[in-house]
């Protein structure tokens, strides 16, 4: 591997410079939407709270949309690896349960950083996106943690646990509605009945493993279904 002279290290020094400053940014950013949402943020109160001119800021990021934006991938990319930590349960329908109640645990721990990835308008939030494909990375890191939960509904409907009319990919976005459904009633103080919030992701779930043919099509034995009566 070739050295490096003067002029490549001074390269490489500003090149890491600029990077720690957009992570610096980013870790800031991260801080006040959890801490006082993203209609709080804007580029004046973090170019305050970093030490650096406006100006600065406008290096890396040409607007607080494009900051959104880069959250909300952050976003995307934590619950997808939510999921996948969940992975190796080899029936689905217990899959699926961890998964679900993986969901909500998160969204409901992070209320701040969910609603900017599932609440607050993509387009509205960085109007500066339409047009090119950065909405659309951001919809392809959603549909990777998507495709998590139609994979273990495609296991179920191989094994004929799923009600003959139930396409995979239909139930996944059904169950991902539903559990988005339950996190957003919450986090908006909806006035709901004193249910926890892992009971109705149980319930949510056995909707879709209605018995199939006679058969329990959760799989499993409803003693060693995971206690409930908590949030």
């Not at 509904?153 to 976005?173: I, K, Q, S, W």
Request: aromatic share 6%.
């Amino acid at each position: 591997m070739p050295r490096m002279g003067p002029p490549d290290r001074r390269t490489e020094q500003r090149r890491e410079q600029r990077q720690a400053l957009r992570e610096r940014i980013l870790e800031v950013s991260r801080e006040i939407v959890k801490r006082e949402g993203f209609a709080s943020l804007s580029m004046r109160k973090l170019a305050e709270a970093i030490d650096y001119s406006p100006a600065a800021l406008y290096l890396h990021f040409k607007s607080r949309g494009e900051i959104a934006r880069a959250l909300r991938m952050e976003g995307l990319a934590s619950l997808r690896d939510v999921f996948l930590a969940h992975t190796t349960i080899a029936d689905p329908a217990a899959r699926l349960n961890a998964m679900a109640r993986a969901y909500v645990e998160f969204g409901l721990a992070e209320p701040e950083t969910y609603r900017l990835m599932f609440m607050e308008p993509a387009a509205c939030a960085d109007p500066d996106a339409q047009g090119d494909d950065r909405l659309g990375k951001a919809a392809a890191t959603g549909a990777a943690a998507l495709s998590l939960i139609a994979d273990a509904f495609v296991e179920l409907r191989a094994a004929d646990r799923l009600p003959p009319h139930a396409a995979p990919l239909a139930c996944a976005e059904g169950l991902w509605a539903n559990l988005h459904g339950i996190v957003a009633l919450n986090l908006n103080g909806a006035s709901l009945p004193e249910t926890p919030a892992a009971t109705l992701v149980e319930l949510s779930l056995d909707a879709w493993f209605a018995p199939v043919n006679g058969i329990e099509a959760r799989g499993t034995d409803p003693r060693n279904r995971p206690d409930t009566s908590t949030r």
